[in-house]
């Protein structure tokens, strides 16, 4: 009985693992998950509405805009790179807008400034 569960376990496991390989990216920021009211499926549904591609990178951060809680989504599409901001409290679109060097850059030092 115990040996036909655990098949019944791997088999499961086997056949959904692809389904979940585009969302294999970690959430920066997991600690604040709690706060949030929209739920990271819901917001990278929200943002790949918004700009459909890759996720590439997400987080979940404090930040100014909206109420105050956003997700944050590096999104591949074609050659560039969007970032979307979902806010995690109405779910509403906070930003849609291509990433640059050097807006990756201001945010690194602002990320780094923070901590």
């Keep these: 009985m115990k040996l036909s569960i655990w098949i019944a376990a791997a088999v499961a496991v ?3 693992a692809p389904a979940f ?3 294999s990216t970690a959430l920066k920021g997991q600690t604040l998950a709690a706060e949030a009211k929209v739920t990271l499926v ?3 549904a929200i943002a790949l509405k918004a700009r459909p ?3 590439v990178d997400q987080e979940l951060e404090k ?7 956003r997700y ?3 999104i ?7 970032e979307v901001g979902v806010d995690a409290a109405s779910g509403a679109i906070l930003e849609n807008g291509s990433e640059t060097a050097a807006a990756e850059a201001r945010e690194a030092k602002a990320d780094k400034a923070a901590h």
């Design 63 to 69: 930040e100014k805009g909206g109420s105050g809680l």
């Design 21 to 23: 390989a585009k969302s």
């Design 76 to 82: 591949k599409s074609g050659a560039k790179t969007y």
């Design 72 to 74: 944050s989504f590096d």
């Design 14 to 16: 086997a056949c959904t």
């Design 42 to 44: 819901q917001a990278r």
């Design 53 to 55: 591609g890759d996720i």
